[in-house]
């Protein structure tokens, strides 16, 4: 009775245990199990149609290909099977779904017979033009900003340069209404696309996908653009490095912008004014006009550096700023661009195939 009692209770242990170490083992490499993994059989593809490229969707080490769900981000199409090929020459990102788990973006490039792709990832610039007088802007904001989070993230990169109107914007600085004029803004919200070509953000999401799908295939990035910031918190300053690389001989300009998130000022949104929260918000520009500054001609495969110094603003939050990179082509359009954080931050040269 006793023994049959104490083996009874030894056994409970050991299972307590055994179901102990495999909760914590399990635990300890949940990610492992979780993440889903899209890799490409080629990073390249000729735009025939013909050509095509074969993705295959793993998780925890399974192959779950079958049973995925892999997406093109640029217009939001699911892939019938596994395969993809175009007759557009551009880049291309898709990421895969399994489950409620998503896989990190997987770019690739169209090669066209005429136009050799770029071996730098292609990044795309989008400049908002708002006010906080503006009833219409939140809702424009809001849109951008759900179509870039859904389909851009990472890709496109946004600015909100504020004007004065009908009233004083307390976030208002003088570039702004330098570009506005520039661009001839006649409405707001309104958002200007690599400083090439203005969108409306009370278009319709196809002809906003459009616009920004045009900017990914038709015009390639002929440089690479990377950067870093040094910062002194005891002096409240920044020492922003930042390097371009042509591949192809060329004349570039360089522009740089602090940004900032996080800044809460009243808004009118739909007639109703409110309190709210300004992101992306352009405070300063670092360059020596909104034109940029020359950078000459770049030989090809050469690299050309630039150091800027700022001191922030006492009302500047440095731990929601960051330092924006912009290197336009010779028709004064941003070619590629780079981010990165105020304190201590770093981008490096991206490359389609990493």
Aim: aromatic share 10%; charged share 20%; proline share 1%.
């Amino acid at each position: 009775m006793y023994i049959n009692i104490y083996k009874i209770t030894l056994l409970v242990c050991i299972c307590g245990i055994g179901i102990f170490w495999i909760s914590c083992s399990g635990n300890s490499d949940e990610s492992e199990q979780t993440e889903v993994i899209l890799s490409v059989s080629k990073n390249t593809l000729i735009a025939d149609g013909k050509d095509a490229i074969t993705f295959t969707v793993m998780q925890a080490g399974v192959d779950v290909t079958a049973d995925a769900t892999i997406r093109s981000i640029m217009d939001s199409q699911t892939l019938d099977g596994n395969t993809f090929s175009t007759s557009k020459a551009g880049t291309y990102a898709f990421e895969a779904s399994y489950g409620k788990y998503v896989s990190k973006l997987i770019t690739v490039v169209a090669k066209s017979t005429s136009v050799a792709p770029s071996r730098f990832v292609r990044r795309i610039c989008a400049m908002e033009f708002t006010g906080t007088w503006c009833a219409m802007c939140p809702a424009g904001m809001t849109r951008l900003n759900y179509l870039i989070s859904s389909d851009y993230e990472g890709i496109v990169y946004l600015m909100s340069f504020h004007v004065n109107g009908t009233s004083a914007d307390p976030m208002a600085i003088e570039q702004s209404s330098i570009l506005s004029k520039k661009f001839a803004i006649s409405g707001y919200p309104s958002c200007v696309v690599d400083m090439r070509k203005e969108m409306g953000l009370s278009e319709n999401y196809t002809v906003m996908r459009t616009i920004f799908n045009e900017s990914l295939e038709k015009y390639v990035s002929h440089c690479g653009v990377a950067i870093s910031s040094l910062y002194n918190e005891a002096g409240s300053e920044a020492k922003v490095t930042v390097r371009v690389t042509s591949e192809k001989t060329s004349d570039y300009r360089l522009i740089v912008y602090a940004v900032e998130n996080g800044l809460k000022y009243e808004q009118n949104d739909g007639g109703n004014y409110r309190d709210y929260t300004h992101n992306h918000v352009v405070r300063k520009l670092l360059s020596v006009s909104v034109d940029g500054d020359k950078l000459g001609q770049i030989p090809e495969d050469k690299e050309i550096t630039q150091e800027y110094a700022v001191t922030l603003d006492n009302t500047w939050k440095a731990e929601n700023l960051s330092f924006y990179a912009l290197v336009t082509d010779e028709n004064g359009y941003v070619n590629n661009l780079a981010v990165c954080e105020a304190i201590n931050g770093n981008a490096d040269y991206e490359y389609v195939n990493d």
